[in-house]
Structures are given as structure tokens and as C-alpha cells.
């Protein structure tokens, strides 16, 4: 009875990985449109999000009748039910590429009113953690994935500092507030982000130990 559940639970494994290496490369993209206000690249991101919403259907399914077909023991439901809340974080971090990519459309048109520093440094310390949570994923290392957790406070400086910058900006430069906004917003977007990732490394240590980590107190 082991064999067909460890085999299913095998190609569920599988499809987070796939959804969570194509996640790395969503937010890479993003963020290479932002900074060259590259339109084509922000307008494919942006209407490419079903993929995203099929992939997080399908492997919900795939757990559903994993449930009722194979019976699993209370070990096997909580790495199934650990599972769909990853997915869903998943998805919300591709939600979150496609509305910077929303507002990069616009951006696009525009001269930057400074150059872009900081927010593709949050940008990769964001795909970073992505990357991290699904090693842990695979690995179902609760050290790593409380390491992740520890890392959402680099997330957080980074925001600090872009509002901060922005906000400076806009009080030596009050006809580039919207501009400014705009900033903001990918930055707490990218901030949201890093907290998914933290919820997928949180769910990981569920899946292992059974017991809930606070690691994210954002």
C-alpha cells in the first residue's frame, strides 16, 4: 500500500519544484523588465499568470485524490496538507510578479526619477529565499528552513530603506510623487514576497516536526 502513496507523493514533489524554479525566474524577469523598462518582457509576465493559477490547481487535485484513493496515515496528511498551503504561497509570490509587472507597463514609459539600487537588491534577496524554501522542500531541512525564516528581517531593512529613499524624493521632487508611489508599491510587493516565502519554509517545518514555527511576525 506504501508504494503507489510514496510514488504520488514523488510527483507531487516534483510539480513544487517545477512551479518553484519557474517562481525564480518569474521574479528575475520582473525585475530585469523594471530595471530596463523592458514593456515586451512586463507585458508577457503579466499575461502569463494563469499558468501560475493552473499549476497550484493541479497539484491541489492531485492531493485531493491522493486523499481519498490512498488513505494516508496522519505523518503522510500533514505533508499533503503542507502541501496546498505551500502552493498557495507559491501562487501569491507569481500574483505579486505579475502586479510590479502591472506597474512597470506604466513605469516603462517614464525616465526613472533615480537610478535603481536597492530594489534589485531586495529583488534577488527575494528569489534567494524562493530558491531556499524549495531546497528545503526538498531536503525537508528544518534548520535550513529556519534560516529563511531568520532572512525576512534583510527583506524587511530593504524595504525600510526604499521608503525611506522615496520618501526623500518626494520632498525634493513633489512632481514625481506618483512616480514614487509606484516605487513603493513594487517594494511592498517585493516585502509580501519575501513573507510567502517565509510562510513556505514555516510550512516545511510543519511538515517535519508537526508543530506550527512563527518565524514571520510581519
Same mark, same amino acid.
Given at each position: 500500500?506504501? !508504494? ?12 513544487? +519544484? ?34 501560475f493559477d493552473q499549476m497550484e ?32 504561497d507559491l501562487e501569491r509570490i !507569481? /500574483? ?8 512597470? +507597463? /506604466? ?56 521608503? /525611506? ?31 510567502? !516565502? ?21
Open positions: 500500500m506504501r !508504494a503507489p502513496l510514496e510514488n504520488e507523493l514523488r510527483s507531487i514533489q516534483v510539480d513544487i +519544484i517545477r512551479m518553484g524554479t519557474l517562481i525564480e525566474k518569474t521574479i528575475e524577469d520582473t525585475i530585469n523588465a523594471l530595471v530596463n523598462r523592458d514593456l515586451n518582457l512586463a507585458q508577457t509576465i503579466a499575461a502569463n499568470d494563469d499558468q490547481l493541479e497539484i491541489e487535485n492531485k492531493c485531493i485524490y491522493l486523499i481519498a484513493r490512498q488513505q494516508p496515515v496522519a505523518s503522510d496528511l500533514r505533508k499533503i496538507f503542507s502541501v496546498v498551503k505551500i502552493v498557495t !507569481a /500574483d505579486h510578479c505579475q502586479d510590479i509587472s502591472k506597474l512597470t +507597463i /506604466d513605469l516603462a514609459k517614464k525616465e526613472y526619477v533615480k537610478p535603481l539600487v536597492d530594489i534589485p537588491k531586495m529583488a534577488k534577496q527575494v528569489k534567494d529565499m524562493v530558491r531556499m524554501t524549495i531546497d528545503c522542500y526538498i531536503d525537508q531541512d528544518v534548520e535550513k528552513s529556519k534560516a529563511v525564516c531568520a532572512s525576512d528581517d534583510i527583506a524587511d531593512d530593504f524595504f525600510k530603506v526604499i521608503v /525611506d529613499d522615496l520618501e526623500l524624493v518626494m520632498k525634493q521632487k513633489p512632481d514625481e510623487v506618483k512616480q514614487c508611489m509606484d516605487f513603493m508599491m513594487i517594494a511592498k510587493y517585493l516585502e509580501r514576497m519575501a513573507d510567502h !516565502a517565509t510562510n513556505v519554509a514555516e510550512w516545511v517545518i510543519y511538515s517535519v516536526e508537526g508543530t506550527h514555527f512563527e518565524g514571520n511576525n510581519s
